[in-house]
């Protein structure tokens, strides 16, 4: 929604709908390369319900994100705030 008003906003702002329809292109191309480098949200959760069954959580988040020298937990719960249950 926020994407939107600002499309709108910018729309207005400039008088063409031209640079509206290229962010619009460049948040899709994004997220379409994200998706398709780190799966969904809900898929990254799922694995690491699998590496906490068989213990190695840390072991998957340090090889997969890194949070500036944060603890995993810290990680977890940014995951869980992005993609609630």
């Known amino acids: 929604m926020r994407l939107g008003v600002y499309l ?3 729309t ?3 008088g063409s709908a031209l640079p509206a329809v290229v962010c619009h292109v460049i948040n899709n ?3 379409t390369m ?3 480098l ?3 949200l ?7 319900r699998r590496y906490a069954d068989a213990g ?4 998957f988040l340090e090889g997969n994100f890194t949070l500036a020298d944060q603890p995993i937990d810290r990680a977890l719960g940014v ?3 992005l993609a609630p249950r």
Do not use: H, V
């Open 38 to 40: 780190w799966g969904t």
């Open 79 to 81: 995951m869980e705030q």
């Open 29 to 31: 191309a994004l997220f």
């Open 56 to 59: 190695l959580t840390e072991l």
């Open 8 to 10: 709108g906003w910018l």
């Open 12 to 14: 207005e702002l400039t």
């Open 42 to 48: 809900d898929e990254i959760r799922e694995d690491i």
């Open 34 to 36: 994200l998706t398709a």
